[in-house]
């Protein structure tokens, strides 16, 4: 089965440092999003690309985060700086627009900021 | 605005117990696609069902079941006769736009006990 792939797994980081998750999205899809999932807020989505142009990241810090696609085969989400709240799963996503049978998510990046 | 609203938190029951799990819905729109997601204690998020404003039929898939009513904005799920391994949080979600931008509810949690 074709799998969306998240690195790292699990990271643990000092408040202020910077961190980069990335995301290989399944090969031919054309639309990837990134959600966070916590206790309190549930899943909410941070931000999603269609053909790798940005479409909607207003769910992202503006002052912290950010969202890129340099290639149809990665997807990353920096945070920077990072702070303890942003303490999270964070999933990657990806489908096709015009087949929403349902996207198929990542494992997730597990990240604890202490 | 959209919202998807899970008002269990939690079902525990025993094994080869039916349980259903309840989603209602607000949306506006009348062209929307409602999904359900399993997320088991691994942590991925695995796609169950997908269906559309304008099909209501109500669908079995071996021992889940799904029951679309528009009059009452539901999207229920059934699982039938219970194992140990449906024991995960199972997420309702909409979209309403062709990008397919997921509105998660909060989730309910299922147990089930041998």
């Known amino acids: 089965d074709a799998r969306v792939t998240q690195t790292p797994r699990h990271k643990v980081t000092e408040m202020g440092q910077e961190v980069t998750m990335r995301c290989q999205p399944i090969?031919?899809?054309?639309?990837v999003f990134w959600y966070r999932q916590t206790m309190m807020q549930g899943l909410e989505l941070l931000a999603y690309?269609?053909?790798?142009?940005?479409?909607?990241d207003s769910g992202m810090p503006k002052d912290r985060f950010s969202a890129e696609m340099p290639d149809a085969t990665l997807a990353t989400l920096k945070i920077q700086p990072s702070e303890p709240r942003d303490s999270a799963v964070y999933f990657c996503?990806?489908?096709?627009?015009?087949?929403?049978?349902?996207?198929?998510f990542g494992s997730g990046t597990r990240l604890t900021v202490v | 605005a959209q919202k998807v609203t899970q008002a269990q938190t939690e079902i525990s029951v025993v094994e080869k117990e039916d349980v259903t799990l309840d989603c209602v819905y607000e949306?506006?729109?009348?062209?929307?696609?409602l999904f359900w997601y399993k997320q088991p204690p691994s942590g991925e998020l695995v796609f169950l069902i997908r269906?559309?404003?304008?099909?209501?039929q109500n669908e079995i898939s071996g021992r889940y079941s799904w029951n679309f009513q528009k009059s009452t904005s539901s999207f229920n799920f059934t699982i039938t006769a219970s194992q140990v391994v449906d024991s995960a949080v199972y997420f309702c979600?909409?979209?309403?736009?062709?990008?397919?931008?997921?509105?998660f509810g909060a989730g309910t949690q299922v147990v089930v006990t041998p």
């Open positions: 996503a990806s489908g096709l627009v015009q087949n929403i049978y349902g996207y198929t």
């Open positions: 090969l031919g899809h054309n639309t």
């Open positions: 690309f269609r053909n790798r142009a940005p479409l909607d």
């Open positions: 949306t506006r729109d009348t062209t929307y696609y």
């Open positions: 269906r559309n404003s304008f099909d209501e």
């Open positions: 979600a909409l979209t309403t736009d062709s990008w397919g931008k997921l509105q």
